[in-house]
């Protein structure tokens, strides 16, 4: 399953964003391209409805780096939390 939020970019106003909220697969199919597939079927979904820019985190302790590099996306900021 995935949860996206979608918005108009505080920057531009004729640019719409998507941000995951979460995304997960289960475990014995992370191995396989369903993974990949999801995010590209999302992709579509996303872009029939105008969206311009994804923006999707990846978790330290479940990196998934590699598959969003191999599908395009970039590095595009380190966050930084802290539990109170």
Do not use: C
């Not at 475990?27 to 820019?53: C, D, H, M, S």
Request: aromatic residues 14%; glycine residues 4%; positive net charge.
């Amino acid at each position: 399953y995935a949860s996206v939020y979608i918005d108009q970019s505080l920057y531009s106003t004729d640019r719409t964003e998507a941000q995951y909220d979460m995304i997960y697969i289960k475990p014995e199919f992370r191995k396989a391209k369903v993974g990949a597939n999801f995010i590209r079927y999302i992709e579509k979904e996303l872009t029939a409805i105008g969206v311009k820019q994804i923006s999707i985190g990846s978790l330290k302790h479940q990196p998934f780096d590699n598959l969003l590099e191999w599908l395009g996306y970039k590095s595009a900021e380190v966050i930084y939390q802290k539990s109170l």
